[in-house]
């Protein structure tokens, strides 16, 4: 295999296929000629998924009848959960939880541990997305429990293991804690995270928000013994309106307030629900599927799944590291003179595809300007947004530029960007 740390390409040829597959690769709605590097924030559209959404949209038939159109819609759903399992890492265990946003499965799945969990205190870390972060503040201030922080990493831009094993002792009732920082891209070791909290206390009961990672790599919620786990997939090329989370058996059977009597406990399900988000979850499934054939000979769907986004992640790895680099030519973030990469280190495999960058001379929010004026999407996360400002004060920031390309972006995106990156930067130091 080619150097892991500097990923591996998709071949051209499958990289334009993939472009192909999403809208608005080149310009926006308007016609507007952009480059989105946004994608954190809300990811591009895979064409498939919006189309099957409004196909299976336009039945007016409900799903808990009889006929045969209802059936129909049954085995779409039926499909559909599937595939969720597949994305969560998960097998038939445990329980789909379904809302309009992953906040909201956040706060459900917090909530329905914290009242039903003893314990006298709660271990969460200063990364967390404000969901996640205020869901356990919450349970912590109305259950009369400690709130603990841990404090991020500051070289990494994560949260190190022993650092979050530190904070729980027996009488932790959960720990929450973010798969991948939405700020950094830095990922977490998950799998040392879960073994060292465990070490402390075996039956602990651990949350985990994998929102922004879902996107960029597998979860495997299931082997590493995770709790509660949430997505989006409006962040993952799919549609809005429908975010979902999974929880353990053991979570399933604590009682929680919105269970409907007569329903068995691993259903979380309550009123009518949506076929055509199944069917558009499905489809964002196939595709993956569908770049997983393109580098293992399997057709079970579970490998083609895993390979494809084993492969969405080395190409990726390889943009970020371009992106970072550049070329003698062609200058990348760290070589750019007016620009800091905060964050930054050199161990590429345990980063997603986010950077923060800083331009000398710009605030933040006119930097995001400028570069849209130079057609390019980014986004700012600032101090003094609620949304950001725990998270980049950890950081001992002010804020910084947020850079988050996806898969389906190539090196001549990449190279666009720094050239415009480039610009910015000298006219910003020449005011």
């Keep these: 295999m080619e150097n892991y740390n500097q990923g591996k390409l998709f071949p051209e040829t499958l990289s334009a296929e993939i472009r192909d597959k999403f809208y608005y690769m080149d310009e926006d709605y308007t016609g507007y000629k952009r480059i989105f590097f946004e994608n954190a924030g809300g990811s591009l559209r895979l064409k498939k998924c919006l189309e099957r959404y409004a196909e299976i949209e336009a039945i007016g038939d409900c799903p808990s009848r009889i006929h045969q159109v209802s059936m129909n819609l049954k085995e779409i759903m039926a499909q559909g959960q599937q595939d969720l399992r597949r994305i969560f890492g998960v097998s038939d265990k445990g329980s789909l939880v379904t809302c309009f946003t992953a906040s909201q499965v956040m706060f459900e799945m917090t909530r329905a541990i914290a009242e039903s969990v003893p314990g006298t205190n709660i271990v969460t ?67 040392e995270v879960v073994a060292k909290a465990r070490a402390k206390k075996p039956d602990l009961f651990i949350i985990c928000d994998a929102v ?86 399997s057709k079970d769907r579970t490998d083609l799944f895993r390979a494809g986004m084993e492969n969405i992640k080395l190409h990726e790895r390889a943009l970020l590291h371009h992106i970072l680099e550049g070329t003698a030519e062609i200058p990348g973030l760290r070589h750019i003179d007016g620009i800091t990469v905060h964050l930054d280190y050199k161990d590429l495999t345990t980063r997603d595809l986010i950077l923060a960058i800083e331009i000398e001379g710009l605030e933040f929010k006119e930097a995001v300007k400028e570069f849209e004026k130079n057609g390019v999407i980014v986004f700012e996360r600032v101090a003094t947004s609620y949304f950001s400002k725990r998270v980049v004060e950890a950081f001992h920031l002010k804020g910084a530029v947020r850079v988050s390309p996806l898969h389906c972006h190539n090196i001549s995106d990449v190279d666009a960007f720094l050239k415009i990156a480039t610009k910015v930067a000298a006219e910003a130091k020449n005011k």
């Excluded at 353990?248 to 009682?255: A, G, I, K, P, Y």
């Design 125 to 191: 870390t200063q990364l967390e997305h404000p969901s996640a972060f205020d869901s356990a503040s919450q349970a912590a201030r109305k259950l009369g429990k400690e709130l603990r922080v841990v404090e991020p990493n500051q070289e990494t831009g994560a949260a190190d293991a022993d650092a979050i094993a530190a904070l729980i002792d027996e009488n932790t009732s959960f720990l929450s804690v973010i798969y991948a920082s939405n700020i950094s891209g830095s990922i977490l070791d998950m799998k």
């Design 212 to 297: 922004q990672h879902a996107p960029h790599g597998l979860i495997n919620a299931e082997e590493l013994g995770l709790d509660a786990v949430n997505f989006a997939p409006y962040k993952f090329f799919g549609t809005r309106g429908f975010s979902v989370g999974w929880v353990s058996d053991r979570v399933s059977e604590l009682d929680r307030f919105q269970r409907i009597i007569f329903k068995p406990n691993n259903d979380w399900s309550m009123g009518s629900t949506c076929p055509a988000q199944y069917g558009s979850v499905t489809e964002l499934v196939n595709y993956v599927a569908w770049l997983g054939s393109h580098f293992t000979e």
